[in-house]
Protein backbone atom coordinates (compact mmCIF):
# COMPACT_ATOMS: atom_id res chain seq x y z
CA UNK A 1 0.00 0.00 0.00
CA UNK A 2 1.85 3.25 -0.97
CA UNK A 3 1.43 6.43 0.94
CA UNK A 4 -0.65 9.28 0.26
CA UNK A 5 1.38 13.28 0.99
CA UNK A 6 -2.56 14.81 1.07
CA UNK A 7 -0.41 18.49 1.42
CA UNK A 8 0.71 17.89 -1.64
CA UNK A 9 -2.32 16.65 -3.31
CA UNK A 10 -3.75 20.50 -2.33
CA UNK A 11 -0.56 21.86 -2.78
CA UNK A 12 -0.45 23.14 1.01
CA UNK A 13 2.38 23.50 3.80
CA UNK A 14 2.24 20.89 6.61
CA UNK A 15 1.45 23.63 9.12
CA UNK A 16 -1.47 25.53 6.49
CA UNK A 17 -4.60 26.94 8.66
CA UNK A 18 -8.08 25.57 7.86
CA UNK A 19 -8.56 28.63 6.18
CA UNK A 20 -5.43 27.98 3.28
CA UNK A 21 -6.64 24.11 3.19
CA UNK A 22 -9.96 25.32 2.17
CA UNK A 23 -8.97 27.82 0.07
CA UNK A 24 -6.75 25.21 -1.70
CA UNK A 25 -9.28 22.51 -1.88
CA UNK A 26 -11.87 25.17 -3.70
CA UNK A 27 -9.74 26.17 -6.15
CA UNK A 28 -8.38 22.64 -7.33
CA UNK A 29 -12.27 21.65 -7.30
CA UNK A 30 -12.99 24.21 -9.98
CA UNK A 31 -9.80 22.95 -11.65
CA UNK A 32 -10.35 19.37 -11.55
CA UNK A 33 -14.53 18.72 -11.12
CA UNK A 34 -15.78 16.26 -13.87
CA UNK A 35 -18.70 18.52 -14.97
CA UNK A 36 -16.51 21.43 -16.16
CA UNK A 37 -12.90 20.34 -16.06
CA UNK A 38 -11.09 19.94 -19.70
CA UNK A 39 -8.31 17.54 -17.92
CA UNK A 40 -7.82 14.14 -19.24
CA UNK A 41 -7.31 12.68 -15.67
CA UNK A 42 -10.01 15.11 -14.14
CA UNK A 43 -11.95 12.77 -12.23
CA UNK A 44 -9.08 10.69 -10.67
CA UNK A 45 -7.35 14.04 -9.51
CA UNK A 46 -10.74 15.06 -8.11
CA UNK A 47 -11.05 11.99 -5.93
CA UNK A 48 -7.64 12.22 -4.58
CA UNK A 49 -8.34 16.03 -3.94
CA UNK A 50 -11.56 15.15 -2.18
CA UNK A 51 -9.52 12.57 -0.34
CA UNK A 52 -7.00 14.67 0.99
CA UNK A 53 -9.78 17.38 2.13
CA UNK A 54 -11.49 15.00 4.38
CA UNK A 55 -8.51 14.43 6.12
CA UNK A 56 -7.04 17.42 6.08
CA UNK A 57 -10.02 19.82 6.95
CA UNK A 58 -10.69 17.47 10.29
CA UNK A 59 -9.01 18.43 13.00
CA UNK A 60 -8.99 14.66 14.23
CA UNK A 61 -8.09 12.67 10.91
CA UNK A 62 -5.52 15.48 10.40
CA UNK A 63 -3.60 14.47 13.60
CA UNK A 64 -3.59 11.44 13.78
CA UNK A 65 -2.16 11.37 9.93
CA UNK A 66 0.10 13.79 10.95
CA UNK A 67 1.31 11.11 13.83
CA UNK A 68 1.65 8.70 11.60
CA UNK A 69 3.03 9.30 8.02
CA UNK A 70 6.07 10.83 9.99
CA UNK A 71 9.14 10.54 8.05
CA UNK A 72 6.98 8.63 4.72
CA UNK A 73 7.38 9.67 1.32
CA UNK A 74 4.65 9.95 -1.47
CA UNK A 75 4.76 6.50 -2.85
CA UNK A 76 6.54 4.96 0.21
CA UNK A 77 5.28 1.71 0.83
CA UNK A 78 3.45 2.03 4.10
CA UNK A 79 2.13 -0.05 6.57
CA UNK A 80 0.69 1.39 10.01
CA UNK A 81 2.53 0.48 12.72
CA UNK A 82 0.55 -1.26 15.35
CA UNK A 83 -1.50 -0.21 17.92
CA UNK A 84 -0.23 3.46 15.98
CA UNK A 85 -4.07 4.99 16.80
CA UNK A 86 -3.87 4.33 20.86
CA UNK A 87 -4.63 7.00 22.65
CA UNK A 88 -6.59 9.29 20.19
CA UNK A 89 -9.97 10.28 20.90
CA UNK A 90 -12.08 11.04 17.52
CA UNK A 91 -15.80 11.75 17.40
CA UNK A 92 -18.51 9.89 15.53
CA UNK A 93 -18.73 11.99 12.32
CA UNK A 94 -16.59 11.67 9.10
CA UNK A 95 -17.31 11.36 5.14
CA UNK A 96 -20.43 9.23 4.22
CA UNK A 97 -20.39 5.89 3.23
CA UNK A 98 -20.82 6.66 -0.50
CA UNK A 99 -17.63 9.21 -0.14
CA UNK A 100 -15.66 7.14 1.55
CA UNK A 101 -16.13 4.14 -0.79
CA UNK A 102 -14.08 6.25 -3.71
CA UNK A 103 -11.51 6.79 -1.18
CA UNK A 104 -8.33 4.97 -1.44
CA UNK A 105 -7.12 1.85 0.64
CA UNK A 106 -4.80 4.03 2.53
CA UNK A 107 -7.60 6.28 3.80
CA UNK A 108 -9.42 2.76 4.55
CA UNK A 109 -6.77 1.12 6.47
CA UNK A 110 -6.24 4.41 9.00
CA UNK A 111 -9.61 6.00 9.06
CA UNK A 112 -12.35 2.73 8.11
CA UNK A 113 -12.63 2.18 11.99
CA UNK A 114 -14.07 5.37 13.05
CA UNK A 115 -17.29 5.43 14.09
CA UNK A 116 -20.02 6.75 11.81
CA UNK A 117 -21.91 8.62 14.65
CA UNK A 118 -25.36 9.15 15.42
CA UNK A 119 -26.48 11.34 12.76
CA UNK A 120 -28.10 14.79 12.96
CA UNK A 121 -31.84 13.53 13.31
CA UNK A 122 -31.04 12.84 16.91
CA UNK A 123 -31.14 14.51 19.88
CA UNK A 124 -28.57 12.64 21.66
CA UNK A 125 -24.51 13.60 21.22
CA UNK A 126 -22.43 11.88 19.02
CA UNK A 127 -20.38 9.02 20.71
CA UNK A 128 -16.46 9.64 20.61
CA UNK A 129 -13.88 6.62 20.14
CA UNK A 130 -10.14 5.89 21.19
CA UNK A 131 -8.28 2.55 21.17
CA UNK A 132 -6.67 1.72 24.64
CA UNK A 133 -3.19 0.20 25.37
CA UNK A 134 -3.38 -2.15 28.53
CA UNK A 135 -1.40 -4.04 30.52
CA UNK A 136 -2.35 -7.74 30.07
CA UNK A 137 -2.23 -8.40 33.52
CA UNK A 138 -5.22 -6.26 34.55
CA UNK A 139 -7.60 -8.67 32.97
CA UNK A 140 -6.53 -11.44 35.53
CA UNK A 141 -7.27 -8.80 38.43
CA UNK A 142 -9.25 -5.91 37.12
CA UNK A 143 -7.95 -1.87 38.09
CA UNK A 144 -8.60 1.79 37.90
CA UNK A 145 -6.61 3.05 35.62
CA UNK A 146 -5.43 6.95 34.72
CA UNK A 147 -5.52 6.94 31.05
CA UNK A 148 -4.62 10.36 28.72
CA UNK A 149 -6.44 10.41 25.21
CA UNK A 150 -4.86 13.18 22.79
CA UNK A 151 -8.32 15.27 21.25
CA UNK A 152 -7.23 17.26 18.30
CA UNK A 153 -8.99 20.84 17.96
CA UNK A 154 -8.43 23.62 15.87
CA UNK A 155 -6.94 26.68 17.72
CA UNK A 156 -7.05 30.26 17.41
CA UNK A 157 -4.79 30.34 14.27
CA UNK A 158 -6.43 28.30 12.66
CA UNK A 159 -3.80 25.03 13.27
CA UNK A 160 -4.51 21.53 15.41
CA UNK A 161 -3.01 20.71 18.24
CA UNK A 162 -3.83 18.24 20.26
CA UNK A 163 -5.28 18.62 23.75
CA UNK A 164 -4.57 15.83 26.33
CA UNK A 165 -7.62 14.41 28.23
CA UNK A 166 -6.79 12.69 31.39
CA UNK A 167 -9.81 10.06 32.76
CA UNK A 168 -10.35 7.31 35.49
CA UNK A 169 -11.29 4.83 34.25
CA UNK A 170 -12.56 0.99 35.42
CA UNK A 171 -10.78 -1.52 33.47
CA UNK A 172 -12.92 -4.62 34.79
CA UNK A 173 -11.78 -8.39 35.69
CA UNK A 174 -12.28 -10.44 32.45
CA UNK A 175 -11.81 -7.71 30.13
CA UNK A 176 -10.59 -9.16 26.55
CA UNK A 177 -9.13 -7.37 23.37
CA UNK A 178 -11.31 -5.76 20.97
CA UNK A 179 -14.19 -5.34 23.88
CA UNK A 180 -15.73 -2.05 24.70
CA UNK A 181 -15.68 0.17 27.50
CA UNK A 182 -18.53 2.38 27.38
CA UNK A 183 -17.97 5.97 29.94
CA UNK A 184 -21.54 7.35 29.50
CA UNK A 185 -22.37 11.09 28.97
CA UNK A 186 -18.49 11.85 27.85
CA UNK A 187 -19.45 12.45 24.09
CA UNK A 188 -20.68 15.22 22.19
CA UNK A 189 -23.22 17.10 24.05
CA UNK A 190 -26.39 16.68 22.97
CA UNK A 191 -28.83 18.74 22.08
CA UNK A 192 -31.57 20.59 23.32
CA UNK A 193 -32.57 17.81 26.49
CA UNK A 194 -31.14 15.27 24.34
CA UNK A 195 -28.52 13.28 26.24
CA UNK A 196 -25.01 13.50 26.00
CA UNK A 197 -23.14 10.70 23.36
CA UNK A 198 -20.62 7.97 25.32
CA UNK A 199 -16.80 7.65 24.96
CA UNK A 200 -16.09 4.08 23.98
CA UNK A 201 -13.02 2.48 24.35
CA UNK A 202 -11.71 0.09 22.55
CA UNK A 203 -9.37 -2.37 24.69
CA UNK A 204 -5.88 -3.40 23.35
CA UNK A 205 -3.08 -5.33 25.33
CA UNK A 206 0.62 -3.92 25.38
CA UNK A 207 3.28 -6.37 23.68
CA UNK A 208 4.73 -8.48 27.23
CA UNK A 209 7.46 -10.42 27.17
CA UNK A 210 5.72 -13.65 28.39
CA UNK A 211 2.12 -13.36 27.84
CA UNK A 212 -0.10 -13.27 24.83
CA UNK A 213 -3.76 -13.19 24.70
CA UNK A 214 -5.63 -15.01 22.20
CA UNK A 215 -9.15 -14.14 22.83
CA UNK A 216 -9.88 -15.39 26.46
CA UNK A 217 -6.97 -17.92 26.17
CA UNK A 218 -3.39 -16.80 27.25
CA UNK A 219 -0.73 -18.25 25.61
CA UNK A 220 2.72 -18.63 27.47
CA UNK A 221 6.10 -19.70 26.11
CA UNK A 222 7.49 -22.31 28.53
CA UNK A 223 11.42 -23.38 28.96
CA UNK A 224 12.36 -26.27 29.92
CA UNK A 225 16.11 -28.26 30.08
CA UNK A 226 16.62 -30.90 27.62
CA UNK A 227 16.56 -33.20 30.96
CA UNK A 228 12.90 -31.93 31.78
CA UNK A 229 11.76 -32.12 28.54
CA UNK A 230 13.57 -36.02 27.95
CA UNK A 231 12.13 -37.31 31.16
CA UNK A 232 9.01 -35.40 32.53
CA UNK A 233 9.20 -33.31 35.16
CA UNK A 234 6.80 -30.60 36.94
CA UNK A 235 7.80 -27.15 36.46
CA UNK A 236 6.16 -23.89 38.26
CA UNK A 237 4.71 -21.59 35.51
CA UNK A 238 4.43 -17.88 36.75
CA UNK A 239 1.11 -16.46 35.57
CA UNK A 240 0.15 -12.66 35.79
CA UNK A 241 -1.49 -13.80 39.49
CA UNK A 242 -0.51 -16.78 40.42
CA UNK A 243 2.50 -19.64 39.80
CA UNK A 244 0.96 -22.96 38.61
CA UNK A 245 2.70 -26.11 38.75
CA UNK A 246 2.48 -27.88 35.39
CA UNK A 247 3.47 -32.04 34.31
CA UNK A 248 5.65 -31.64 31.35
CA UNK A 249 5.20 -35.47 29.93
CA UNK A 250 8.35 -37.44 29.03
CA UNK A 251 9.50 -37.08 25.73
CA UNK A 252 8.53 -33.76 25.29
CA UNK A 253 9.36 -31.86 22.12
CA UNK A 254 9.74 -27.83 21.30
CA UNK A 255 6.74 -26.80 19.81
CA UNK A 256 4.25 -29.30 21.96
CA UNK A 257 1.98 -27.12 23.60
CA UNK A 258 0.08 -28.39 26.85
CA UNK A 259 -3.46 -27.06 27.62
CA UNK A 260 -4.16 -26.55 31.28
CA UNK A 261 -8.43 -25.73 31.21
CA UNK A 262 -9.76 -22.35 32.89
CA UNK A 263 -6.15 -20.97 33.65
CA UNK A 264 -6.68 -18.49 31.04
CA UNK A 265 -8.54 -14.88 31.69
CA UNK A 266 -11.22 -14.78 33.83
CA UNK A 267 -14.37 -15.08 32.51
CA UNK A 268 -17.78 -17.01 32.30
CA UNK A 269 -16.40 -19.47 31.58
CA UNK A 270 -12.90 -18.69 31.86
CA UNK A 271 -10.00 -19.40 29.13
CA UNK A 272 -7.71 -21.58 28.77
CA UNK A 273 -3.62 -21.66 29.38
CA UNK A 274 -1.72 -22.93 26.88
CA UNK A 275 1.87 -23.63 27.20
CA UNK A 276 4.67 -24.30 24.22
CA UNK A 277 7.41 -26.10 25.23
CA UNK A 278 10.34 -24.29 24.05
CA UNK A 279 13.78 -26.50 24.83
CA UNK A 280 16.60 -24.49 26.04
CA UNK A 281 20.02 -26.30 25.90
CA UNK A 282 23.12 -25.28 28.59
CA UNK A 283 26.51 -24.19 26.88
CA UNK A 284 29.24 -26.70 27.20
CA UNK A 285 30.81 -24.03 29.35
CA UNK A 286 33.00 -26.22 31.81
CA UNK A 287 34.97 -28.91 31.61
CA UNK A 288 32.41 -31.08 33.08
CA UNK A 289 29.67 -29.98 30.84
CA UNK A 290 31.64 -30.73 27.79
CA UNK A 291 32.63 -33.98 29.20
CA UNK A 292 28.49 -34.85 29.87
CA UNK A 293 27.86 -33.46 26.25
CA UNK A 294 30.52 -35.96 24.74
CA UNK A 295 29.13 -39.09 27.27
CA UNK A 296 25.85 -38.22 25.52
CA UNK A 297 27.04 -38.37 21.52
CA UNK A 298 29.09 -42.04 22.52
CA UNK A 299 25.88 -43.14 24.39
CA UNK A 300 22.67 -41.98 23.18
CA UNK A 301 23.71 -42.54 19.15
CA UNK A 302 20.81 -39.57 18.37
CA UNK A 303 20.54 -38.29 14.55
CA UNK A 304 18.31 -34.96 15.04
CA UNK A 305 18.29 -35.11 11.26
CA UNK A 306 17.19 -38.96 10.58
CA UNK A 307 13.60 -37.51 10.16
CA UNK A 308 13.98 -34.26 8.36
CA UNK A 309 12.82 -35.11 4.99
CA UNK A 310 10.32 -36.85 5.81
Not at 155 to 171: C, E, H, Q, S
Amino acid sequence: MEFKDYYRALGVPHDAPVDEIKKAYRKLARKYHPDVSKEKNAEAKMKEVNEAYAVLSDPEKRAAYDQVGKGYQPGQDFRPPPNWDAGFEFSGHGPSGAEAADFSDFFSELFGRMGAGRGGAHMHGGDHHARIALDIEDAFTGATRQLSLRVPKVDANGRVVLDTRTLNVRIPKGIREGQIIRLAGQGDPGLGEGKPGDLLLEVQFRAHPRYRADGKDLLVSLPVAPWEAALGAIVPVELPESTLNVRIPAGAQSGKQLRVRGRGIPSEPAGDLLLEIRIVVPEASTPKAKELYETMARELAFDPRAHAGA
